[in-house]
């Protein structure tokens, strides 16, 4: 915790950009890393937000330059814009469709979600994995996609109705069950 909050709750981009601010440099390790997801919707939703919350945290930390943050600014924007999405289409489907303006901006936040996803995707699997088996994960991926959106959405959601305490708190997502 020498480093503050903004170094405490997703410490990983935190020193990940500490380390590139002192000049150290970083190539992508090809590897799998295995971990416990949540097994509740609810833990989940809270271990996102707990995210979302320490990449805030980390998007204003004074003590890494500007243009270091500035691609984590971006997509954390976007992120938490994500919102906006969901009710542009609830708003198009029970009445006139939105302004123009409006509109060009949840398409540019819908792209930037899409490539995000999809960026993450071609660099977790490889067709030398198996063809069948990266075409069906890529399927699912894209299939599911609305509705790992709207989680990620409700994420944001919950982390704006419980800004103070989860910028300032933090939850431990229970990982293990008992037998």
Known sequence: ??????????????????????????????????????????????????????????CSAGAIALRLRLILIFMTSVWVLLPLTYIAILMWSLADAPSAAFMRVVSTLRFCSTWYYLLGFYLTYRLR????????????????????????????????????????GFHVVVKEQKA
């Open 1 to 58: 915790f020498g480093h503050g909050v903004a170094g405490s709750i997703t410490e990983d981009a935190y020193f990940a950009l500490m380390a590139r601010s002192r000049g150290v440099r970083f190539k992508w390790v090809d590897a799998f890393m295995y971990e416990q997801s949540p097994f509740t919707l609810r833990d989940y939703v809270r271990q996102r937000s707990r995210w979302l919350a320490g990449l805030l945290h980390v």
């Open 129 to 168: 994995d198996g063809v069948g088996r990266y075409f069906s994960l890529l399927y699912l991926q894209l299939l599911f996609m609305p509705m790992f959106g709207l989680i990620e959405a409700w994420a944001v959601v919950y982390t704006a109705i419980n800004l103070k305490t989860v910028m300032n």
